[in-house]
C-alpha cells in the first residue's frame, strides 16, 4: 500500500484507530519512524485521561514530537482559500491521533450578516472535510445571523467538535444574552449533533440557554461541555440534574459569574464520569471555594483549575480537607498565594497523587519555597511550574534542599529577575539535581557563561530534550559551552534569545539544531 492509500482509508473511518496503527506499522517499515510514533502516542493520548499514569509522558514526548514534525504539522491537510471564501483566515490548529483534526475559520467582517457567504463555507466545507480527519469545526468571530445558517446545513454531521466564538460588540446588550440563549437552543434541538462530543460557547448563557442544553435529547455523545454563562443556581442546578451531567467527562466554566449558590448546585448531585473541572478566571469567591471543598460530587475529579481566583488564599485550607478527590493535576497560578498557603500545600494528603502542579505567577516566599521541597507528599510530582514568584538566590537555594527536584521532568522557574547576581545563580545551577528532567524552563534567572558551564557538566544535563535560557547573560562564552555540549539528537528545543549573542554564535546555534528547533533573536 502507499501513504495514499492508507490516509484515504483513514478518511473513510476516521474513527477507527486500527487503521492508524497499522498505518504506524507500515511507516516504521518505510522509514518514517517520528511519525509512527506520534501517531501511536496521540492514540494513546486520546485515549486517557489525567488520571493515567502515562499522562505525563504521553503530554511531554508529544511536545517534543510537535516541535520534530513541525514541517508536517504545519502543512495544510486541505486545499480551501481564504481570500475566496471572505474569510481571514483558515487555520488547522490541533491534531489528534496522528492527524489534523480541527479547522478555525475566523470571519473577515464580523459584521457581516450575508447568509450567502456561510452557505458557501458549508459547501466548500461539505466537500473536503469527508477527504479527510478533521472533525473539529471553530468558527471565529461570526455574527449570530451567521451561525443560524449553519443549523440549516449538512455539515455538521460532519462535527465531533464545535467552537462558536462570537463577534458580539455589535449587538446590544440587552439583545446579547438573548442571542446567545437562541443559539443554544438551536444547538439542543440539531440532530446533526448527535455525535456531538465536545461544545465550546463563547457567548454568555443565561439559565434559558443553559437548560435548553441539559435537556437536549439531541445531544447524546456530549462528554466535554465549555460555557460562557450568568446563569443563576436555578439553571446550574438543572445542568447537575440532567443526563448530561452523568456523562460529562469535562466541565469549564472559566470566566463565569459562578457565586456559593452556584457552586453549590452543581455539588449536590454526583458527576461520576468528571474528571476535569475548570473554574479559572471566574468569579469564584471565599465562601464558593468552601463550598467545593466540602463536595463529595466529583467522586473521579483527577484535574482541578482554579487559576486566578483571587479569594483562593483565604479559604485554601477548607479546599484542602476534601479527602474525596483523586487529584492528579492542580492549577492554582495567578491567586496571589504567598508562603502560607504553600505550607499548606505542602502538608496537604490531598497532593499525595498529583503529577502536575501550577503555582505560576504567586507571591510564595522562601519559608513556602522550602516547604514544597521538603514536602512528603509530593513524591509523585512530576511537572512543576513555579514560573514569576519573584525568584531571587535564596529561594532559588531553597528550591533544592529536599527530595522534590529528584521526581521532576519538567520544572518551570522563568523569572523577572534579570538582575539576580551571576554568583548566585551559579551556586543554584550547582545545588540543583534534576536526575529524571525533560523540559527546564529558566528564563529571566542570571545563570552568566559559569552557570551554564556548571549546568552542561551536571550527569543530567544531557537528559534534556526542551532548555529555555532566554535572558538568562550566558554571554559569548557560555553559548560556546553550550554549543560543545548540545546533542542534536537529544535536544529537541533550545531558546538562547535575548542574551546579546554575537551572530555567528546565533548562526552556529541554528546550524547545530536547525531554525525550527531552536529560538535565538
Same mark, same amino acid.
Given at each position: 500500500?502507499?501513504?495514499?492509500?492508507?490516509?484515504?482509508?483513514?478518511?473513510?473511518?476516521?474513527?477507527?484507530?486500527?487503521?492508524?496503527?497499522?498505518?504506524?506499522?507500515?511507516?516504521?517499515?518505510?522509514?518514517?519512524?517520528?511519525?509512527?510514533?506520534?501517531?501511536?502516542?496521540?492514540?494513546?493520548?486520546?485515549?486517557?485521561?489525567?488520571?493515567?499514569?502515562?499522562?505525563?509522558?504521553?503530554?511531554?514526548?508529544?511536545?517534543?514530537?510537535?516541535?520534530?514534525?513541525?514541517?508536517?504539522?504545519?502543512?495544510?491537510?486541505?486545499?480551501?482559500?481564504?481570500?475566496?471564501?471572505?474569510?481571514?483566515?483558515?487555520?488547522?490548529?490541533?491534531?489528534?491521533?496522528?492527524?489534523?483534526?480541527?479547522?478555525?475559520?475566523?470571519?473577515?467582517?464580523?459584521?457581516?450578516?450575508?447568509?450567502?457567504?456561510?452557505?458557501?463555507?458549508?459547501?466548500?466545507?461539505?466537500?473536503?472535510?469527508?477527504?479527510?480527519?478533521?472533525?473539529?469545526?471553530?468558527?471565529?468571530? *461570526?455574527?449570530?445571523?451567521?451561525?443560524?445558517?449553519?443549523?440549516?446545513?449538512?455539515?455538521?454531521?460532519?462535527?465531533?467538535?464545535?467552537? $462558536?466564538?462570537?463577534?458580539?460588540?455589535?449587538?446590544?446588550?440587552?439583545?446579547?444574552?438573548? #442571542?446567545?440563549?437562541?443559539?443554544?437552543?438551536?444547538?439542543?434541538?440539531?440532530?446533526?449533533?448527535?455525535?456531538?462530543?465536545?461544545?465550546?460557547?463563547?457567548?454568555?448563557?443565561?439559565?434559558?440557554?443553559?437548560?435548553?442544553?441539559?435537556?437536549?435529547?439531541?445531544?447524546?455523545?456530549?462528554?466535554?461541555?465549555?460555557?460562557?454563562?450568568?446563569?443563576?443556581?436555578?439553571?446550574?442546578?438543572?445542568?447537575?440534574?440532567?443526563?448530561?451531567?452523568?456523562?460529562?467527562?469535562?466541565?469549564?466554566?472559566?470566566?463565569?459569574?459562578?457565586?456559593?449558590?452556584?457552586?453549590?448546585?452543581?455539588?449536590?448531585?454526583?458527576?461520576?464520569?468528571?474528571?476535569?473541572?475548570?473554574? %479559572?478566571?471566574?468569579?469564584?469567591?471565599?465562601?464558593?471555594?468552601?463550598? $467545593?471543598?466540602?463536595?463529595?460530587?466529583?467522586?473521579?475529579?483527577?484535574?482541578?483549575?482554579?487559576?486566578?481566583?483571587?479569594?483562593? %488564599?483565604?479559604?485554601?485550607?477548607?479546599? $484542602?480537607?476534601?479527602?474525596?478527590?483523586?487529584?492528579?493535576?492542580?492549577?492554582?497560578?495567578?491567586?496571589?498565594?504567598?508562603?502560607?498557603?504553600?505550607?499548606?500545600?505542602?502538608? %496537604?494528603?490531598?497532593?499525595?497523587?498529583?503529577?502536575?502542579?501550577?503555582?505560576?505567577?504567586?507571591?510564595?516566599?522562601?519559608?513556602?519555597?522550602?516547604?514544597?521541597?521538603?514536602?512528603?507528599?509530593?513524591?509523585?510530582?512530576? #511537572?512543576?511550574?513555579?514560573?514569576?514568584?519573584?525568584?531571587?538566590?535564596?529561594?532559588?537555594?531553597?528550591?533544592?534542599?529536599?527530595?522534590?527536584?529528584?521526581?521532576?521532568?519538567?520544572?518551570?522557574?522563568?523569572?523577572?529577575?534579570?538582575?539576580?547576581?551571576?554568583?548566585?545563580?551559579?551556586?543554584?545551577?550547582?545545588?540543583?539535581?534534576?536526575?529524571?528532567?525533560?523540559?527546564?524552563?529558566?528564563?529571566?534567572?542570571?545563570?552568566?557563561?559559569?552557570?551554564?558551564?556548571?549546568?552542561?557538566?551536571?550527569?543530567?544535563?544531557?537528559?534534556?530534550?526542551?532548555?529555555?535560557? #532566554?535572558?538568562?547573560?550566558?554571554?559569548?562564552?557560555?553559548?560556546?559551552?553550550?554549543?560543545?555540549?548540545?546533542?542534536?539528537?537529544?535536544?529537541?528545543?533550545?531558546?538562547?534569545?535575548?542574551?546579546?549573542?554575537?551572530?555567528?554564535?546565533?548562526?552556529? *546555534?541554528?546550524?547545530?539544531?536547525?531554525?525550527?528547533?531552536?529560538?535565538?533573536?
Amino acid at each position: 500500500m502507499s501513504h495514499e492509500a492508507f490516509q484515504q482509508a483513514i478518511f473513510n473511518e476516521p474513527d477507527d484507530d486500527a487503521l492508524r496503527l497499522i498505518y504506524a506499522d507500515w511507516l516504521d517499515e518505510n522509514n518514517e519512524p517520528l511519525w509512527a510514533e506520534y501517531i501511536r502516542l496521540q492514540c494513546d493520548l486520546a485515549a486517557s485521561t489525567p488520571a493515567s499514569d502515562r499522562f505525563v509522558n504521553l503530554s511531554e514526548r508529544e511536545e517534543e514530537l510537535t516541535i520534530l514534525l513541525t514541517d508536517r504539522i504545519h502543512t495544510a491537510p486541505l486545499t480551501i482559500d481564504a481570500d475566496e471564501l471572505g474569510l481571514a483566515s483558515i487555520s488547522f490548529p490541533s491534531w489528534s491521533r496522528g492527524f489534523p483534526d480541527s479547522i478555525r475559520l475566523e470571519q473577515l467582517e464580523p459584521y457581516d450578516t450575508d447568509a450567502e457567504q456561510m452557505n458557501r463555507i458549508c459547501d466548500r466545507l461539505e466537500t473536503l472535510i469527508p477527504q479527510s480527519t478533521i472533525q473539529h469545526f471553530y468558527f471565529d468571530d *461570526f455574527h449570530p445571523d451567521l451561525i443560524e445558517v449553519l443549523f440549516e446545513r449538512d455539515v455538521l454531521k460532519l462535527a465531533r467538535s464545535l467552537t $462558536l466564538d462570537w463577534f458580539f460588540d455589535h449587538v446590544e446588550d440587552v439583545e446579547l444574552e438573548d #442571542r446567545a440563549d437562541v443559539q443554544a437552543e438551536h444547538i439542543a434541538q440539531a440532530p446533526q449533533l448527535s455525535q456531538l462530543r465536545s461544545l465550546h460557547l463563547d457567548c454568555i448563557l443565561s439559565d434559558r440557554g443553559l437548560q435548553a442544553l441539559a435537556k437536549s435529547s439531541c445531544l447524546t455523545s456530549l462528554e466535554n461541555l465549555n460555557l460562557w454563562t450568568s446563569a443563576s443556581p436555578v439553571g446550574l442546578k438543572d445542568l447537575a440534574d440532567s443526563p448530561l451531567a452523568q456523562r460529562l467527562r469535562c466541565l469549564i466554566l472559566s470566566e463565569d459569574w459562578l457565586d456559593n449558590q452556584g457552586v453549590e448546585a452543581l455539588s449536590q448531585t454526583s458527576w461520576p464520569r468528571l474528571h476535569s473541572l475548570d473554574l %479559572s478566571y471566574s468569579s469564584v469567591r471565599e465562601d464558593t471555594i468552601r463550598a $467545593l471543598g466540602q463536595s463529595n460530587a466529583f467522586p473521579n475529579l483527577a484535574f482541578l483549575n482554579l487559576g486566578l481566583a483571587r479569594s483562593l %488564599s483565604t479559604a485554601l485550607g477548607d479546599l $484542602l480537607k476534601n479527602d474525596s478527590w483523586k487529584l492528579r493535576m492542580l492549577d492554582l497560578a495567578h491567586s496571589d498565594l504567598g508562603s502560607r498557603d504553600a505550607q499548606l500545600l505542602a502538608r %496537604s494528603p490531598l497532593l499525595k497523587n498529583v503529577h502536575t502542579l501550577s503555582l505560576r505567577g504567586n507571591v510564595i516566599g522562601i519559608q513556602g519555597i522550602r516547604a514544597l521541597a521538603k514536602s512528603p507528599h509530593l513524591s509523585q510530582l512530576r #511537572r512543576l511550574d513555579l514560573a514569576y514568584n519573584d525568584w531571587d538566590g535564596n529561594k532559588l537555594l531553597a528550591l533544592t534542599k529536599g527530595e522534590l527536584c529528584q521526581h521532576l521532568t519538567t520544572l518551570q522557574l522563568q523569572s523577572s529577575q534579570a538582575h539576580l547576581p551571576f554568583t548566585e545563580g551559579n551556586a543554584f545551577i550547582k545545588a540543583l539535581e534534576l536526575p529524571q528532567i525533560r523540559h527546564l524552563m529558566l528564563t529571566g534567572n542570571s545563570l552568566g557563561a559559569r552557570g551554564v558551564k556548571t549546568l552542561v557538566e551536571k550527569d543530567w544535563f544531557q537528559n534534556i530534550r526542551m532548555l529555555n535560557l #532566554r535572558t538568562c547573560r550566558i554571554g559569548k562564552a557560555g553559548a560556546e559551552a553550550l554549543l560543545e555540549a548540545l546533542d542534536p539528537e537529544k535536544m529537541v528545543y533550545l531558546n538562547v534569545s535575548d542574551n546579546d549573542l554575537p551572530t555567528k554564535i546565533r548562526e552556529r *546555534f541554528v546550524d547545530r539544531l536547525g531554525e525550527h528547533r531552536v529560538i535565538v533573536d
